[in-house]
């Protein structure tokens, strides 16, 4: 069964640092994982998405690396701002069947002024 | 593109009425999958579906069904509503990406449902 967590559950930083998110799941034969941003009382939006062919992808100050054989992926964010407070989720395929996504419970986000 | 459509937005039934989440996608998806999201637990699959006329159970499937009678269309329902089941609900579509493989998930904007 795959278990899919996310460590820590709330992060405060301030402006301009760089961070960086982690998940972790436990089957490591995974299609791909994906990286989401959810803001309050909204849906998600698809942030990234890492086929297991891939190591890392990057969108504009966004940069999710994966490493099936340790079972972990990572979500770094540059040069934060205000705008990136959001909860981040990562998710991944079941172990019994690809399509089969499970999420990990969010790490939520906080950009100080 | 309308995307993924979820109605209704916001429901307040009573213990022990019953009622139906409709998700409407029009990206011609393959996958569809029905989340409950409560506080401090992330996302949980309730169903999901990898085509027109099938279905399966997700983490929670207890007290639910499901129907994808339509390729666009994914059906939730609650035969007998609990409060247990007071969550925000979100519906999610897919493109199958290969022999098996699930694509980017597209979520709808969720549905608000309130049991008393």
């Known amino acids: 069964k795959q278990e899919v967590t996310q460590i820590p559950a709330a992060l405060s930083v301030p402006e301009g640092e760089n961070l960086v998110l982690n998940c972790s799941f436990t089957d490591s034969a995974i299609y791909n994982l994906q990286w989401f941003r959810q803001d309050p009382g909204k849906g998600l939006t698809s942030l990234l998405l890492i086929q297991s062919s891939q190591r890392e992808q990057t969108s504009g100050r966004l940069n999710a690396s994966l490493d099936k054989s340790s079972g972990r992926s990572t979500l770094y964010i540059a040069a934060s701002q205000p705008g990136d407070s959001a909860t981040y989720l990562c998710?991944?395929?079941?172990?019994?069947?690809?399509?089969?996504?499970?999420f990990g419970s969010g790490t939520r986000l906080s950009i100080r002024p | 593109n309308a995307g993924v459509t979820q109605t209704p937005k916001f429901r307040v039934l009573k213990t022990g009425q019953s009622m139906t989440l409709l998700c409407a996608q029009d990206?011609?998806?393959?996958?569809m999958y029905w989340y409950r999201q409560d506080p401090g637990m992330g996302l949980r699959l309730i169903h999901y579906?990898?085509?027109?006329?099938?279905?399966a159970k997700g983490e929670v499937p207890d007290g639910y069904n499901v129907s994808r009678l339509k390729k666009q269309n994914f059906l939730l329902g609650l035969e007998s509503a609990a409060p247990s089941q007071t969550s925000v609900y979100f519906c999610?579509?897919?493109?199958?990406?290969?022999?098996?493989?699930?694509?980017?998930?597209?979520f709808g904007e969720g549905s608000r449902l309130t049991v008393l």
């Open positions: 579906s990898v085509g027109e006329g099938t279905t």
């Open positions: 999610a579509s897919s493109p199958a990406g290969g022999l098996h493989r699930a694509g980017e998930l597209f």
């Open positions: 990206m011609n998806h393959e996958y």
């Open positions: 998710a991944a395929p079941g172990y019994s069947s690809a399509s089969k996504i499970i």
